[in-house]
């Protein structure tokens, strides 16, 4: 098996089994005389967005992870991932409009307005929605160079989650500060590798996989 | 005149039988619109994830009252607290009366409570985080004990502190709130019939997850002023700097009285989520006891005494 058809064939499938999991698990406790909990609402948001984020940060380690790894191929898995956390970001969305708002949408205004972690929040999805809908094919090539400069708004976007996710906290941020953390070694990673000097082959590379399609 | 023991929810609360009946006209009573048809769509989940149905106010399974708890203390995990809380002993336990009155002393719970009834009141509960649930508790009402210390006419206000135990409660070796914790209550609000010192629920001890063997049940005001595991009960003059007023000031007022038109700056107070419901409904003006405890703030700014 080549490198290529064991990443496409081995490592992608576990990925993809990998990020269905959260989702699985809360149809199961859904559906399947599991139980979710005291505040159901509260537990599907929270597992959905820290899914989201735990995938975002997926994203970005696969770039870092070619590089250490000499595994060009597993570029094959960023598209997917980018998916699946927009999935769960958008039923992290769908959960606040209709349970937490009723579908109100003059509520839902007004809550975007005066709080700052709604309105963070939903920047970071309007982003991931963006990214997603230029994810095809199609978009990398008709878009070219404009495409790598719209999918470094990820950086923004998982900047924004975090923060989103932090301020749910009260007053306890010692997980959103792992995530914080976690997000910083993978920023600080690109900027020595760019205050290195060298040609950024990883976007560049990227687009010519992605375009490639798969 | 005063009642002395004022019906915990009151009957003009409970659901009429005939809305009762009609599901339909409650929803849209209750103004719920687009939703409220995605909700009957929704596959009924067992009791616990039932919607928001018409009977407003069942009391909350005793496995969520004692499975979902905001003690800082033990976790902030609400749902580890109950694990982490169950070796944690309540006997003996002493408290220590003291501060502006005539008889401080330190007395032994048993003694603090004797001759006491312990009375049933089943109390909405409104966390300032926005979801509630409806607890049976039982307990005596504060007024009772605290006159038994005669306090002076220097007491304005009640400080109330739960024991500092290290040891035993792993969540104080963080720093995340300044511990011991420590609440308080104007002396007319400590006064008041509706407020309680809680030593059960459901009938049974309450167990340490709850705030065993000692916690005070302000039921109009959000739930952390309800201190838990007391050990010392202060009479003073000043008004106390309650530990989440000290903790964030701009978010966490002394009063912290249940307010659906003052939002806690990051989030808003106008709707709350009952637990084990799917959607929000709307959060009562001093949670439900407006008619019973509202004279008591009469000309007080409330957005500025949050």
């Known amino acids: 098996m080549s490198r290529l058809q064991w990443v496409t064939r081995v490592v992608k499938p576990a990925a993809f089994l990998g990020a269905s999991i959260p989702l699985l698990d809360l149809l199961r406790e859904a559906f399947l005389g599991g139980d979710l909990g005291p505040d159901p609402v509260r537990h599907i948001q929270h597992v959905t967005g820290i899914a989201c984020l735990a995938l975002l940060l997926a994203t970005l380690t696969i770039t870092p992870l070619r590089r250490y790894l000499h595994l060009g191929q597993l570029i094959k898995l960023r598209r997917m991932l ?25 509520r839902i205004m ?35 160079k404009r ?27 010692r997980i959103p500060l792992v995530w914080g953390a976690g997000f910083l070694v993978l920023m600080l990673s690109r900027i020595r590798r760019r205050a290195s000097q060298r040609p950024p082959p990883v976007a560049a590379h990227g687009v010519v996989s992605a375009a490639s399609g798969d | 005149m005063l009642i002395r023991r004022p019906d915990d929810i009151r009957p003009d609360e409970i659901t009429p039988e005939k809305l009762f009946w009609s599901r339909r006209e409650f929803l849209v009573a209750a103004g719920v619109s687009g939703a409220g048809l995605a909700a009957m769509s929704l596959p009924d989940l067992g009791p616990r994830f039932r919607r928001s149905g018409p009977d407003p106010d069942t009391p909350t399974p005793y496995d969520t009252v004692t499975g979902y708890n905001n003690y800082y203390e033990f976790s902030t995990d ?43 009141r089943t109390y909405r509960h409104r966390c300032v985080e926005a979801w509630s649930m409806v ?144 959607f929000r409904r709307p959060t009562l003006m001093f949670n439900g006891y407006a008619d019973q405890v509202a004279s008591m703030y009469a000309g007080m700014d409330l957005r500025a005494n949050f």
Not at chain 1, 91 to 105: A, C, G, K
Not at chain 2, 85 to 96: D, E, I, L, S, Y
Request: glycine letters at 6%.
């Open chain 2, 135 to 278: 607890v049976p508790w039982n307990g005596v009402p504060l007024a009772e004990v605290l006159k038994r210390f005669e306090p002076t006419s220097k007491a304005k206000y009640v400080e109330f502190t739960t024991v500092l135990d290290p040891k035993d409660m792993p969540g104080q070796n963080y720093p995340i709130l300044p511990w011991p914790y420590l609440e308080g209550l104007r002396m007319d609000e400590a006064m008041h019939p509706l407020t309680l010192l809680v030593t059960g629920i459901y009938g049974k001890p309450a167990p340490p997850q709850n705030g065993a063997p000692l916690r005070l049940v302000v039921p109009w005001k959000y739930g952390f002023k309800g201190a838990k595991s007391i050990v010392r009960i202060r009479f003073v003059e000043q008004q106390p700097v309650n530990t989440w007023q000290r903790a964030a000031s701009n978010e966490y007022g002394f009063y912290a009285n249940v307010n659906p038109t003052v939002d806690h700056p990051r989030w808003s107070q106008a709707r709350e989520r009952r637990l084990g419901e799917f």
């Open chain 1, 82 to 106: 980018g998916l699946w956390a927009f999935t769960y970001a958008s039923l992290h969305f769908l959960t606040y409009l209709i349970f937490d708002q009723s579908l109100d949408v003059s």
């Open chain 1, 110 to 144: 007004a809550d975007t307005v005066k709080h700052p972690r709604i309105y963070v929040g939903f920047a970071a999805f309007l982003i991931l929605l963006a990214l997603a809908l230029t994810s095809t094919d199609a978009s990398v090539r008709r878009l070219g």
């Open chain 1, 147 to 173: 495409w790598v400069t719209l999918h470094r708004w990820i950086y923004l976007a998982v900047l924004f989650g975090i923060i989103h996710f932090a301020m749910v906290q009260k007053l306890d941020y």
């Open chain 2, 78 to 120: 609400k749902e580890e607290v109950r694990t982490l809380a169950a070796g944690f002993h309540t006997k003996p336990w002493t408290v220590r009366v003291e501060g502006e009155c005539a008889k401080p002393a330190t007395v032994d719970l048993d003694v603090l409570l004797k001759g006491l009834t312990v009375e049933d």
